[in-house]
């Protein structure tokens, strides 16, 4: 899965990184990691009362997932650079998360070889809940 | 706390963030990522960077161990944006000076009354004082 600079194209689409869905478990292990132990996303009783069907989880981890993608797409030929994501919808427990991404744009500067990427993380096709863009400064 | 322009420049207090083998392990177990550089000594020790870092959401756990610059209403506010500025790799031992600020607030009329963008930074930096990672947190609130 790892990029390789000279191969790339500008409008390439990425091979997809497909995770396994999310649990309750995961979620209090990253309430655990993040120090974010907001009961929305570990308390049934609180989400229902701020109008969820149920715990939900935090952005945050879906940030994460769509981070680790990248990091895969960069294995050791690239490194992550910087990363801007926006929130667009929810994930909950059950969800399975597809993270995909496409070149959009790659320049040299200062000697270094770099890529932009539109990346997204979907629960479900065209149902993103994070998309962002990142750069990779290959190495 | 009233919310506007005024609350531009606060910071929180410094904290400090020293950096563990678990604390990175946790991460890499929380969003089911088996990559051994996060947890594997001898694994890591032969890759470039000759041992164990921590995976790119890292800064999640500093923003959450700064805190906010701001106190305000939590039922009205969205995390809309974040973004990560990395500017070396996080590793087991590092101690991180961290400290949040607000850097800017920017008021825009939406279809259900005003809304507010608040933007945090987020800086975190060695014990030498360079820089480790930036993260700009925007929060939307209504």
Same mark, same amino acid.
């Given at each position: !899965?790892?990029?390789?600079?000279?191969?790339? #194209?500008?409008?390439?689409?990425?091979?997809?990184?497909?995770? &396994?869905?999310?649990?309750?478990?995961?979620?209090?292990?990253?309430?655990?990691?993040?120090?974010?132990?907001? &009961?929305?996303?570990? +308390?049934?009783?609180?989400?229902?009362?701020?109008?969820? +069907?149920?715990?939900?989880?935090?952005?945050? @981890?879906? !940030?994460?997932?769509?981070?680790?993608?990248?990091?895969?797409?960069?294995?050791?030929?690239?490194?992550?650079?910087?990363?801007?994501?926006?929130?667009?919808?929810?994930?909950?427990?059950? +969800?399975?998360?597809? *993270?995909?991404?496409?070149?959009?744009?790659?320049?040299?500067?200062?000697?270094?070889?770099?890529?932009?990427?539109?990346? #997204?993380?979907?629960?479900?096709?065209?149902?993103?809940?994070?998309?962002?863009?990142?750069? @990779?400064?290959?190495? | !706390?009233?919310?506007?322009?005024?609350?531009?420049?606060?910071?929180?207090?410094?904290?400090?963030?020293?950096?563990?083998?678990?604390?990175?392990?946790?991460?890499?177990?929380?969003?089911?990522?088996?990559? &051994?550089?996060?947890?594997?000594?001898?694994?890591?020790?032969?890759?470039?960077?000759?041992?164990?870092?921590?995976? &790119?959401?890292?800064p999640a756990a500093i923003i959450v161990e700064s805190g906010f610059p701001i106190t305000f209403d939590?039922?009205?506010?969205?995390?809309g944006e974040e973004e990560f500025i990395f500017h070396r790799q996080i590793r087991p031992g590092d101690? @991180?000076? *961290?400290?949040?600020?607000?850097?800017?607030?920017?008021?825009?009329?939406?279809?259900?009354?005003? !809304? #507010?963008?608040?933007?945090?930074? /987020?800086?975190?930096? +060695?014990?030498?004082?360079?820089?480790?990672? /930036? *993260?700009?947190?925007?929060?939307?609130?209504?």
């Amino acid at each position: !899965m790892q990029l390789n600079y000279a191969s790339l #194209k500008e409008g390439q689409q990425l091979e997809q990184l497909v995770k &396994p869905p999310i649990d309750r478990v995961q979620l209090a292990k990253y309430a655990a990691a993040s120090g974010d132990f907001n &009961p929305l996303h570990l +308390d049934d009783d609180f989400a229902r009362k701020a109008g969820f +069907d149920g715990v939900i989880a935090h952005g945050m @981890l879906n !940030m994460g997932l769509l981070l680790q993608y990248l990091n895969t797409l960069s294995g050791s030929t690239a490194e992550l650079s910087r990363v801007k994501v926006r929130f667009s919808a929810m994930s909950k427990p059950g +969800d399975v998360i597809t *993270c995909s991404g496409k070149v959009t744009k790659l320049y040299e500067e200062a000697g270094a070889r770099y890529a932009v990427l539109d990346v #997204k993380a979907e629960n479900a096709p065209e149902k993103p809940v994070v998309t962002g863009e990142a750069v @990779l400064r290959f190495l | !706390m009233e919310i506007d322009r005024s609350i531009i420049g606060r910071t929180t207090q410094e904290t400090i963030l020293e950096v563990g083998k678990r604390d990175i392990r946790r991460f890499a177990e929380a969003t089911v990522d088996s990559n &051994p550089l996060y947890s594997d000594e001898e694994a890591a020790k032969q890759t470039r960077y000759g041992g164990i870092i921590a995976p &790119p959401i890292f800064p999640a756990a500093i923003i959450v161990e700064s805190g906010f610059p701001i106190t305000f209403d939590f039922r009205r506010a969205l995390h809309g944006e974040e973004e990560f500025i990395f500017h070396r790799q996080i590793r087991p031992g590092d101690r @991180l000076h *961290c400290q949040a600020k607000v850097v800017d607030l920017i008021e825009r009329e939406g279809r259900s009354g005003a !809304m #507010k963008f608040i933007v945090i930074d /987020t800086d975190a930096k +060695d014990e030498a004082g360079a820089p480790v990672v /930036t *993260c700009r947190t925007t929060i939307v609130y209504r």
